[in-house]
């Protein structure tokens, strides 16, 4: 099985740098996703790390090391339309079918 | 990224009704598809693995004969809720890889009456 732990709720400044952390715990690793999902929407995805290290897209970047078990989501410049919720996932070593984490909720405030 | 497609995007329906919902991949071929359930400010939780031909996978704690799966194409998987329940009101998620990465249909949002 798998652990997933993210904070539940963060808040910003617009123009200003959040950072969303992730933990888990699984049996063996095969990536780690990172989404976006908006009130009432799907998901969109945003970002996914295999091997350790940074990956910038954008205002956003996603870090991973994997021998802590530990991601985070980095976003700069903050917009009133980052507000959303943050989904972490990860696939454990046994299957193509990531696990979703509850998800952070972002609110960016002026 | 590839595309999606999920029908309805919003159902009402009265209690003991079923619902069906479509999930197509537009610009892609899946052999699998997933559909997730959500609920207000929780997690999204994978109900079933749907493959083209054969039976559906179903997680632990979900009811085949109360949620039917069909695959039918490359592109095209349903969900019908048989039965529906105000408890069954909830946000179904489905979804399909490429190239490594999950992509998901706009999803339904079911009220059950």
């Known amino acids: 099985g798998q652990n997933i732990d993210q904070p539940t709720e963060m808040t910003a400044t617009e123009g200003a740098i959040v950072q969303i952390n992730c933990t888990y715990q699984?049996?063996?690793?095969?990536?780690l996703f990172w989404y976006q999902q908006h009130a009432g929407e799907a998901p969109t995805f945003l970002s996914y790390?295999?091997?350790?290290g940074l990956e910038e897209k954008g205002r956003f970047s996603s870090f991973l090391s994997r021998s802590k078990g530990y991601s985070y989501l980095l976003l700069k410049e903050l917009q009133m339309k980052d507000s959303a919720s943050y989904l972490c996932?990860?696939?454990?070593?046994?299957?193509?079918?990531?696990?979703f984490g509850r998800g952070t909720s972002l609110i960016v405030h002026p | 990224g590839a595309v999606v497609s999920q029908h309805p995007s919003r159902v009402i329906c009265k209690s003991g009704t079923s619902v069906k919902i479509e999930c197509r991949s537009l610009?892609?071929?899946?052999?699998?598809m997933f559909w997730y359930r959500q609920f207000p400010k929780q997690s999204l939780m994978l109900m079933a693995t749907?493959?083209?031909?054969?039976?559906?996978?179903?997680e632990q704690g979900v009811e085949k004969d109360k949620f039917l799966i069909n695959h039918a194409s490359l592109t095209l998987s349903t969900l019908t809720v048989t039965s529906a329940h105000p408890e069954d009101s909830s946000f179904y998620i489905c979804?399909?890889?490429?190239?490594?990465?999950?992509?998901f249909g706009s999803g339904t949002q079911l009220s059950v009456l």
């Open positions: 610009d892609f071929q899946a052999t699998t």
């Open positions: 699984t049996s063996g690793f095969n990536g």
């Open positions: 979804s399909a890889h490429s190239a490594e990465k999950l992509f």
């Open positions: 996932a990860v696939r454990d070593g046994g299957s193509y079918i990531p696990t």
């Open positions: 749907s493959n083209e031909g054969s039976k559906a996978t179903y």
């Open positions: 790390n295999v091997l350790d």
